[in-house]
């Protein structure tokens, strides 16, 4: 069973930029999955943010984060990272990694995740 454990979560300021790490461990993820991540603030529903293929390539976001976010994965490893630059707000929540088998938005596809780490951007 594939274990997910992210990391690099935080407290900053409006403006600036954290980098989260995914990293995958305990099983094999197949080539053809889909590494995701999503985030849920408080009192609200888990919303997707982005998307890549496992085996690498351009990443899908959402609108929001769009030219702020990046997502990324080297290849042949085991870790998937989310640089978030031009943080603001409305960006706190708790941001979970998922791995999934489809090229879905949907957080009801993915059946691996992690725990949830912390981001809070405020100033």
């Known amino acids: 069973q594939v274990e997910l454990v992210e990391s690099g979560g935080g407290s900053v300021q409006p403006g600036d930029s954290l980098r989260l790490t995914c990293s995958a461990s305990?099983?094999?993820?197949?080539?053809?999955?889909?590494q995701a991540w999503f985030r849920q603030a408080a009192g609200k529903g888990r919303e997707f943010v982005a998307l890549?293929?496992?085996?690498?390539?351009?990443?899908l976001y959402e609108y929001s984060v769009k030219g702020r976010f990046t997502i990324s994965k080297l290849n042949g490893g085991n870790t998937v990272y989310l640089q978030m630059n031009s943080l603001k707000a409305e960006d706190t929540a708790v941001y979970y990694c998922?791995?999934?088998?489809?090229?879905?938005?949907?957080?009801?596809?993915?059946?691996?995740w992690g725990t949830g780490t912390q981001v809070t951007v405020a100033s």
């Open positions: 890549i293929r496992w085996r690498g390539g351009s990443g």
């Open positions: 998922a791995v999934g088998t489809e090229y879905e938005t949907n957080h009801r596809l993915y059946k691996v």
């Open positions: 305990g099983g094999r993820v197949l080539s053809s999955s889909i």
